[in-house]
Nanobody
Framework: QVQLVESGGGLVQAGGSLKLSCAAS??????MGWFRQAPGKEREFVAT????????LYADSVKGRFTMSRDNPQNTVYLVMNSVRPDDTSVYYC????????????????WGQGTQVTVSS
């Protein structure tokens, strides 16, 4: 069993930055992913990272602006969001799975409760 708790969301102005964290407990050797879901829209893949943190994949919409990393001794993954835009406004979820490079939410086994990110224009 894995428990995931996101934090770091909030209100930020367009062009600003925000850092999300996801703390994991229980079994912690997982592929980790970030997803987001805006009101009225489907859940969207954002980024994923492998066990060692050496390989990351990003959605085209965030590539070059967002950076995902992990600190395994701290059982935490991060999402640094730079140059945020109003269309980044969503609830952001972290997820844990076992498939490297997974970009489909159905390929993840555990989910956090989400953290709201709101970008003002």
């Amino acid at each position: 069993q894995v428990q995931l708790v996101e934090s770091g969301g909030g209100l930020v102005q367009a062009g600003g930055s925000l850092k999300l964290s996801c703390a994991a407990s229980g079994r912690t050797i997982w592929i980790m992913g970030w997803f987001r879901q805006a009101p009225g829209k489907e859940r969207e893949f954002v980024a994923t990272i492998d066990w060692t943190g050496s390989t990351t994949l990003y959605a085209d919409s965030v590539k070059g602006r967002f950076t995902m990393s992990r600190d395994n001794p701290q059982n935490t993954v991060y999402l640094v969001m730079n140059s945020v835009r109003p269309d980044d406004t969503s609830v952001y979820y972290c997820a844990a799975g076992s498939l490297i490079g997974a970009q489909n939410g159905n390929e993840y086994d555990y989910w956090g409760q989400g953290t709201q990110v709101t970008v003002s224009s």
